[in-house]
């Protein structure tokens, strides 16, 4: 899927249809997420608290901290 964006594609929108489509079919509950637990805003308490999880071994999902910025 990140194939024709990274390679500009002449179908890149395509990228854009798969993810609406994922999107909807979550909404509806056809799809299930792998979100495990969620965290908040990333800081340092909260940084510690997921890499502690994930140390324990008992982590299930993905584990998602929010605020990164791509700058």
């Given at each position: 899927?990140f194939?024709?964006?990274?390679?500009e594609?002449?179908d890149?929108i395509?990228k854009?249809?798969?993810l609406e489509?994922?999107?909807?079919?979550?909404?509806q509950?056809?799809?299930?997420?792998?979100?495990g637990q969620h965290?908040g805003?990333i800081?340092?308490?909260?940084?510690?608290?997921?890499?502690?999880l994930?140390?324990?071994n008992?982590?299930?999902g993905?584990?998602?901290l929010?605020?990164?910025?791509?700058?």
């Open positions: 899927m194939a024709r964006p990274l390679f594609t002449p890149m395509c854009n249809q798969l489509r994922v999107s909807a079919l979550i909404d509950r056809r799809l299930k997420t792998t979100l965290f805003g800081d340092a308490a909260n940084l510690r608290h997921a890499h502690a994930i140390e324990s008992s982590a299930r993905k584990i998602v929010e605020g990164f910025s791509a700058d």
